[in-house]
């Protein structure tokens, strides 16, 4: 579902991702783990096409977010396709990044209508549905600012979900919600993992969620995987000793 072939990405001169390769296979769930700049929240961001890479292939659903050229550069794709690449996958912020003068469900109504083409009534439908499913069903009138940090971003969730995508990305979704609403968050995630046929990709501080959710957790160090594999061999007995040192520090 999602691959990223000797992926390089810098800034300048610093090396952010250094020829990373990543596969994902169709409904996995996967958690990235590392230090703070280790390159996890690049690689979300990568593919969403927010910025350009410098080297390497990324493919979404069998298809490249870049091509060759006739010289053999590697030249980004054409918008047209981006777009609709990039419709295949939701992304959920630290931040929400809710509209803040639309109520929960014109959030979750608007792209929906004027990217998709959906009809008002239809995007309506299914807003709702979505909204009642993250446990908002009666939040649908709410603006963000009458919401709790924990309900905007199940909001988000849903307005995500509301876009029909194959892919999920999270990134530190919980990370600006003050504890005792990080539970209601991680809940709607878990329940999203369990009932729908979603690929699933999560930069998390919560290493007790990641090792009860994830497929596979990856452990980022200097814009590469320094160890990766199913969450009870990573977390109770990592090979490397970044791991084993990172682990520490932070359980
Ligand atoms: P992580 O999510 O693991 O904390 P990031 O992927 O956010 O790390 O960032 C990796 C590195 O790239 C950091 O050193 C960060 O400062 C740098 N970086 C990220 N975005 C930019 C940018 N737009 N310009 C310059 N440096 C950046």
Redesign the pocket.
């Given at each position: 579902m999602v691959r990223f072939e000797n992926v390089t990405k810098s800034?300048g001169a610093?090396t952010?991702l250094d020829q990373l390769n990543l596969d994902i296979e169709r409904n996995e769930k996967v958690s990235i783990i590392?230090?703070?700049?280790?390159?996890?929240?690049?690689?979300l961001r990568m593919l969403m096409t927010l910025e350009r890479i410098n080297d390497g292939v990324i493919w979404v659903d069998g298809e490249p977010l870049t091509h060759m050229d006739r010289n053999g550069t590697m030249v980004k794709a054409s918008e047209r396709h981006l777009r609709r690449v990039r419709g295949k996958i939701g992304m959920v912020f630290q931040h929400f990044n809710l509209f803040p003068h639309m109520t929960a469900l014109q959030n979750c109504i608007e792209a929906p209508v004027s990217v998709l083409g959906l009809s008002r009534a239809e995007a309506e439908a299914r807003a709702a549905e979505l909204l009642d499913m993250v446990g908002l069903g009666d939040k649908k009138g709410h603006f963000p600012i009458q919401m709790s940090g924990g309900q905007k971003q199940r909001v988000a969730i849903a307005r995500a979900l509301a876009m029909r995508p194959k892919v999920m990305l999270f990134d530190e979704v919980t990370s600006a919600l003050d504890p005792e609403l990080v539970g209601e968050v991680l809940n709607v995630i878990r329940q999203l993992g369990a009932e729908h046929d979603l690929t699933m990709l999560m930069?998390t501080h919560q290493m007790g969620f990641a090792k009860e959710f994830s497929d596979r957790v990856c452990f980022?160090y200097g814009g590469k995987i320094a160890e990766q594999g199913p969450p009870d061999k990573l977390f109770n007995d990592p090979d490397n000793d970044r791991t084993r040192q990172f682990l520490s520090a932070v359980l």
């Open positions: 800034y610093l952010v590392g230090p703070s700049g280790s390159g996890k929240t690049t690689v930069v980022f």
